[in-house]
């Protein structure tokens, strides 16, 4: 007996949504084995992290707040990916985006008025974009690989981030630590729920998802996205333009990572500083292929990333354990995705060994 694959003729809708549960399921095994073999508590580890954010009430506020530049981020990339265009600089793009408001914001200190915080918005949104531009520009006009470029521009914008907050944004008034001035209250994201620390950032990124769904699914840029990602032959047949695709996919994942930037400035962190960098950007890349890079999944995969970072923070105060650990729990989680997509095409086949032939003697002539 044997196990064999053999391919699908269409690929399977039940197993492109059981894997995705089936990859946390193994997460939360395996991390509880490999905890365990270390030294710490192994099930103890898999209940903090995963459990006890969903538990206790308390939390949810917290992971409603990591949650959304996780969605907002993951709906951007999962346009690009639907369109075979990989931006893994999306952190590099969150943080521009925030500079940019950021920048609105110093310039506006000393004014009132509803219009400062939407012009944030905008400047983030733009700033993203304009930075998700430069990747676009490489690959349509020299043919670089967006891969590599967009992940080097993220290290460019963190070093232009570091040389802002420690030179001409420094706050005077700030002890000589490395941030800007807080954020004055007509620059700050209102309340969504009266005694919490949910911002109205995160039912617009609820709201904008929806529509980012919308577009996938029921818009001709949409249609296009797909075409162009999945028969790029038949995308050209049709009169879709992969360089216009490339711009305009690049523009709207960077757009939304700056926004997701700017709801952080406005929202918990009311500054930049030299902490500013979360490593959304990346961990948007495994929310986008745990959502199916569908933007009602990614909704869900960003609660669930969400989760592992409260999660990793209660498990590292109540298990003293490490501060990566949230980081080993999300790479598993990934890596249990991907291995499990060859179930979506392929099926897997229990076959009888084949019977030895019988092998007649070679008799030599006289």
């Known amino acids: 007996m044997r196990l064999k694959l053999e391919k699908r003729r269409e690929p399977s809708r039940l197993m492109l949504y059981v894997t995705p549960v089936a990859a946390v399921l193994l997460t939360m095994i395996v991390g ?12 103890g580890a898999v209940k903090e992290v995963f459990l006890t954010p ?53 310039l506006t200190q000393n004014y009132t008025g509803f219009w400062i915080l939407p012009t944030m918005l905008v400047a983030g949104f733009i700033g993203g974009a304009a930075y998700g531009a430069i ?33 001409p944004w420094k706050d005077p008034s700030g002890f000589s630590f490395p941030q800007t001035a807080l954020v004055t209250a007509d620059q700050t994201m209102p309340t969504l729920i009266p005694g919490t620390i949910v911002h109205w950032g995160v039912a617009l990124t609820l709201i904008i998802a929806v529509i980012m769904w919308v577009v996938m699914s029921r818009s001709v840029f949409g249609f296009q ?7 790029p032959q038949a ?7 992969q360089k216009r695709t490339i711009w305009l996919v690049f523009l709207l994942s960077g757009g939304l990572a700056g926004l997701a930037g700017i709801f952080e400035v406005t929202g918990p962190f009311q500054q930049m500083s030299l902490g500013f960098p979360s490593n959304y950007g990346f ?36 298990l003293q354990l490490p501060n990566a650990s949230k980081g080993i729990f999300q790479a598993m989680m990934l890596f249990f995705l991907l291995a499990s997509d060859i179930l979506v ?22």
Do not use: C
Not at 82 to 100: D, F, K, M, S, T
Not at 283 to 312: D, H, M, Q
Not at 348 to 354: I, T
């Open 135 to 167: 990747p676009a520009v490489l690959r349509t006009r020299f043919n670089v690989n967006e891969t590599l470029s967009s992940l080097m521009m993220t290290y460019v914008a963190i070093h232009l981030l570091n040389f802002l907050v420690t030179g």
């Open 225 to 231: 996205v797909r075409v162009v990602g999945s028969a």
């Open 235 to 241: 995308a050209r047949y049709g009169g879709f333009s």
């Open 32 to 43: 509880a084995i490999i905890f365990s073999l270390i030294g710490y508590n192994g099930l």
């Open 54 to 106: 969903i538990l206790n009430p308390i939390k949810w506020q917290e992971v409603a707040i990591k949650a959304s530049p996780l969605i907002l981020i993951g709906v951007g990339l999962a346009f690009g990916n639907r369109a075979a265009i990989w931006n893994i600089g999306a952190e590099g793009q969150y943080v521009v985006g925030a500079l940019a408001g950021t920048g609105v914001g110093l």
């Open 283 to 318: 961990t948007a890349i495994i929310v986008a292929f745990l959502g199916r890079l569908n933007p009602l999944g990614v909704i869900v995969a960003g609660i669930v990333l969400a989760i592992t970072y409260v999660g990793g923070d209660i498990a590292q105060s109540a």
């Open 345 to 366: 095409r392929y099926r897997l086949r229990v076959v009888s060994a084949a019977p030895a032939k019988d092998v007649q003697p070679v008799r030599s002539g006289a």
